[in-house]
T-cell receptor, first 110, second 112 residues
């Protein structure tokens, strides 16, 4: 069936390091893949998306890579800051729904 | 700030009761989706409304129902509450044809 999952439940990094959060998906038919950040007590916040016909997209301090051959998505955060500490979800966009994975908690220590 | 407001922020209900959760969004955001997020899990799609009609539904029973109003507000109604309905309920709105969904802060529902 359709699923979007993450490899690591928790990632701990030092401030200033680069962070890489990974995600595997199984449904190849999605047009978009999206990364969300969810801080404690808040709803998910859009970070960046990527169309299925692209393999890389860059934003401010973030880069998303899409490897359709192995159905793998990653989010790279450059110069990670304490404010980046949150749970990160990848999601795939279908016609009327977002299918989320379970999430990876990113912990940034000063 | 996402411009999406949910109320109430927290709610405690007894098993078997009914609950109504509310969401208001930015003007022009005529697509609204509701999600259920259990503790430690990703959000699960409940249903979506576009121009006041349901146009997509996830794997949730009929006791989960919704309404969307012309003023871009919406409701999620859950009847016959069960203990497993305890979760964070999120609404997300977007402009039709765009991919960016704006989430509210959620309503934490506890069923006892």
């Amino acid at each position: 069936g359709e699923s979007v999952g993450l490899h690591l439940p928790t990632l701990s990094v030092q401030e200033g390091d680069n962070s890489i959060i990974n995600c595997a998906y199984s449904n190849s038919a999605s047009d978009y893949f999206i990364w969300y950040k969810q801080e404690s007590g808040k709803g998910p916040q859009f970070i960046i998306d990527i169309r299925s016909n692209m393999d890389k997209r860059q934003g401010q301090r973030v880069t998303v890579l899409l490897n359709k051959t192995v159905k793998h998505l990653s989010l790279q955060i450059a110069a990670t800051q304490p404010g980046d500490s949150a749970v990160y979800f990848c999601a795939e966009k279908g016609y009327s729904t977002l299918t989320f994975g379970k999430g990876t908690m990113l912990l940034v220590s000063p | 700030e996402t411009g999406v407001t949910q109320s109430p922020t927290h709610l405690i209900k007894t098993r078997g009761q009914q609950v109504t959760l509310r969401c208001s969004s930015q003007s022009g955001h005529n697509t609204v989706s509701w999600y259920q997020q259990a503790l430690g899990q990703g959000p699960q799609f409940i249903f979506q409304y576009y121009r006041e009609e349901e146009n997509g539904r996830g794997n949730f029973p009929p006791r989960f129902s919704g309404l969307q109003f012309p003023n871009y507000s919406s409701e999620l109604n859950v009847n016959a509450l069960e203990l497993d309905d305890s979760a964070l309920y999120l609404c997300a709105t977007r402009l039709t044809g765009t991919t960016e969904a704006f989430f509210g802060q959620g309503t934490r529902l506890t069923v006892v």
